[in-house]
């Protein structure tokens, strides 16, 4: 959302869900019910009806055979702030169920759920109904700060952050996860882009360690044109084991009357034409004039599919910023308006394009935006990131554990305020204090990095650089750095 009612200072709040014309391609969505007795109280599910997984090829989702496109719907009732999980109660999730189908949506993106609660009910009823969820794996007590980045990046955090991952990685018709959301908010904020990037990468590496289907992990970006396209770049640039699965943008741009070209929507599609992979919008919905949502159906043409795979309309319930689409009173739901009758007729009228909608395979990587008035993520820059926090290893190897659902005393000052450079492609820490410049990750940075060190030699410097950040209390917190320089790293180097 674009209006600062919605996220406070925290970083992750979001629900979003899609919709879809034409049915998912619905394989015996049934309850299987496998679940022992005792597994049916844990917060890791694995009981659920079944979809076909999605995964992603070059810019695009797929379902089996066919490309998948989000027709979703933002789903959060209760709001950001209220923090409530509708996927742990099923008197929530299945009186809301009949409404989502009216949307046509075969997504629904939920911003916070509680990781200590079981969701087997309530994600099999929903794949029963052909629909997926894309879930931020964030809460209020446990996010970035994206003014106090370094503190709030710590093992407490991802503690929860994974243990969502373990609540949710059994069901088929878990889409996708959301790293964050909205993080960056502002043209000042992209100090903590390297955070955001940071965990991304811990949760695609969480998902890979635990043996866990290949759900994809990407980040939900804030309608702020100063760095939208920047961050963008910035996901899906550097090592692999650092970049991202998929990219999602807020956009309120096409607000009816309104078109492909006037929108703004057709520069969309050429500003991002070469992007190598899944791109979609996490929110959209315009509230200006009359609210007809022609927008919907706007994203399945041939010019938008090639280079967006669909969307989520903001949203379900009405929260009191005018958005809704539903007006939710204890049991009953009413329309607002005609919202649900608009936006259902635009997704039913519009069937996914033909021939997987030109979607391709042969993207590159992106260079990584370098240091701008408009792109400051010092001290890291180029594809630097911070070091995973000590601590999580055992995360990787035995698992997360109980989540703190969302009652639990918070991460957010569990962190400290020394911070230090992974080694390209690589979570852990290796460097050494010492002296030197700025941290650098890759050839496209400046300062002292040896970007021709691909031989390695034991004294190539630069790739760890570890730096102890000192947190301001304002924002952005004031670095003071310490650099070191490390040995050995200069061929982990880009
Ligand atoms: C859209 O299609 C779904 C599935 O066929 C249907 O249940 C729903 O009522 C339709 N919505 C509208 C507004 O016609
Ligand atoms: C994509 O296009 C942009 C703008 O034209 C350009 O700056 C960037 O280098 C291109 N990226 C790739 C991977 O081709």
Not at 16 to 38: D, G, H, M, N
Not at 46 to 72: E, Q
Not at 479 to 494: C, I, M, R, T
Request: with cysteine; charged share 15%.
């Amino acid at each position: 959302m674009k209006s600062a009612a919605t996220v406070a200072a925290l970083a992750s709040l979001a629900t979003t869900s899609l919709a879809q014309l034409v049915p998912v391609p619905k394989i015996e969505a049934r309850a299987t019910a496998s679940a022992s007795a005792s597994a049916s109280d844990s917060a890791t599910g694995s009981s659920s009806g079944s979809l076909p997984t999605v995964t992603t090829k070059g810019n695009a989702f797929f379902a089996g055979s066919d490309r998948f496109y989000i027709r979703g719907v933002d789903y959060q009732p209760g709001g950001s702030s209220g923090a409530s999980d509708p996927l742990s109660d099923y008197s929530t999730c299945s009186r809301d169920i009949p409404y989502f189908q009216k949307l046509g949506v075969n997504t629904i993106r939920v911003y916070t759920v509680d990781n200590s609660k079981n969701h087997d009910k309530c994600m099999s009823a929903l794949a029963d109904a052909g629909i997926y969820l894309a879930l931020d794996v964030n809460s209020p007590s446990y996010s970035l700060r994206r003014d106090k980045p370094q503190v709030s990046y710590n093992k407490v955090y991802l503690q929860s952050v994974f243990a969502t991952i373990d609540a949710f990685a059994g069901y088929t018709n878990t889409l996708l996860f959301f790293s964050g959301n909205e993080v960056i908010n502002s043209d000042s904020s992209t100090t903590a882009a390297p955070y955001v990037k940071a965990v991304d990468r811990d949760m695609r590496q969480y998902i890979s360690e635990r043996g866990y289907r290949s759900i994809p992990v990407g980040y939900s970006a804030a309608d702020v044109s100063s760095n939208q396209y920047a961050m963008a770049r910035y996901m899906d640039c550097g090592e692999e084991a650092d970049r991202s699965d998929f990219y999602a943008i807020n956009n309120y741009e096409w607000c009816d009357p309104s078109s492909y070209e006037k929108s703004g929507w057709s520069s969309l599609v050429s500003m991002y034409s070469n992007y190598s992979i899944p791109l979609f919008m996490s929110e959209f919905g315009c509230i200006t004039n009359t609210r007809t949502w022609k927008e919907a159906a706007g994203l399945f043409t041939d010019d938008m599919a090639a280079v967006f795979s669909g969307g989520i309309a903001y949203e379900y319930s009405a929260e009191g910023n005018g958005y809704g689409i539903y007006t939710i009173s204890g049991d009953s739901v009413t329309a607002v308006g005609k919202q649900p009758e608009y936006l259902g007729n635009q997704f039913n009228s519009t069937s996914d394009p033909k021939n997987g909608g030109g979607y391709k395979t042969t993207g590159s990587k992106q260079d990584c935006p370098a240091q701008s008035d408009d792109w400051d993520t010092s001290p890291f820059s180029g594809s630097a990131l911070p070091a995973q926090p000590s601590g999580i290893e055992k995360y990787f190897k035995d698992g997360a554990g109980d989540g703190p659902g969302l009652g639990g005393s918070g991460s957010q000052e569990a962190g400290s305020t020394e911070v230090s450079t992974a080694s390209s492609g690589v979570g852990s820490a290796t460097a050494t204090y010492g002296s030197g410049a700025d941290s650098t990750g890759d050839s496209s940075s400046s300062g002292s990095s040896s970007s021709s060190g691909s031989s390695s030699s034991g004294t190539s410097s630069s790739a760890a650089v570890p730096m102890k950040a000192v947190a301001g209390g304002g924002m952005p917190a004031v670095f003071a750095v310490a650099v070191a320089v490390s040995f050995g790293l200069g061929a982990v180097l880009l």
